[in-house]
């Protein structure tokens, strides 16, 4: 059975950096594309960013691009999103997401309803 597990949340000031961590568990972790979304207070979920299952194509939200980066370690079956100049608007719940991709190593996801599998988040504030 897959788990996620989304770790390094917390309480940052604007114009600072966070890193949060996906703990993937219970099947081959290089054989999942991987995303982040977010869900502030009172709006829909949103995509933030995805990865493939290889790792080299990448893919951003426009409001994160250049100061958001999503990586990943097949070796350690953990997912990344190294997250800096934070700003009071990033402040929500962020959720981490897997794919079973089969087939072709490059391809990425940015659509809630193309992942199986979800974290159960983790609460990042920034405080203006």
């Known amino acids: 059975q897959v788990q996620l597990v989304e770790s390094g949340g917390g309480l940052v000031q604007a114009g600072g950096s966070l890193r949060l961590a996906c703990a993937f568990s219970?099947?081959?972790?290089?054989?999942?594309?991987m995303g982040w979304f977010r869900q502030a207070p009172g709006k829909e979920r949103e995509f933030v960013a995805a990865?493939?299952?290889?790792?080299?194509?990448?893919n951003y939200a426009d409001s994160v691009k250049g100061r958001f980066t999503i990586s990943r370690d097949n070796a350690k079956n953990t997912g990344y999103l190294q997250m800096n100049n934070l700003q009071p608007e990033d402040t929500a719940v962020y959720y981490c997401?897997?794919?079973?991709?089969?087939?072709?190593?490059?391809?990425?996801?940015?659509?809630?309803?193309?992942?199986?599998?979800w974290g159960q988040g983790t609460q990042v504030t920034v405080s203006s």
């Open positions: 990865i493939s299952r290889s790792g080299g194509n990448t």
């Open positions: 997401a897997a794919r079973y991709v089969p087939v072709v190593a490059s391809y990425y996801y940015t659509n809630n309803n193309d992942y199986n599998y």
């Open positions: 219970g099947h081959t972790f290089s054989m999942y594309a």
